[in-house]
């Protein structure tokens, strides 16, 4: 997580923090993300992993939203470049050619750029 995500890197390997504190006296730590979409995280988690044969090679648009949430959040966008680059690439089917600000997928494209 650490080398993914400067966000993790700052929370797990710094000593201001108490999950640092907690991961230095120990040799694990549980985080606590409520805010976090758990599917979305899951998907990312095995990205960062390299748990290849669990990624999904297609995603949902909705989904894709999600996942774009937390790459920005946590910076982790160099981690999820190829991966992303097949997600949008099997969704463009689907992408509408105009943008209309009346349509849900819109802005959920908007969110992913």
């Not at 000593?15 to 120990?26: A, D, I, R, W, Y």
Request: charged share 20%; hydrophobic share 45%.
């Amino acid at each position: 997580m650490t080398m993914a995500s400067p966000v993790f890197k700052a929370m797990l390997e710094a000593s201001n923090f108490k999950e640092g504190k907690e991961l230095s006296m120990t040799v694990k730590v549980e985080i606590s993300l409520p805010n976090d979409d758990a599917m979305a995280m899951i998907v990312l988690l095995d990205v960062i992993h390299d748990r290849n044969k669990r990624v999904p090679h297609k995603v949902s648009l909705n989904l894709l939203t999600r996942i774009s949430l937390l790459v920005h959040r946590y910076q982790i966008a160099e981690a999820c470049d190829i991966v992303s680059n097949i997600w949008i690439n099997n969704l463009q089917d689907n992408m509408p050619e105009v943008y209309d600000s009346s349509v849900q997928d819109s802005h959920y494209l908007l969110a992913i750029a």
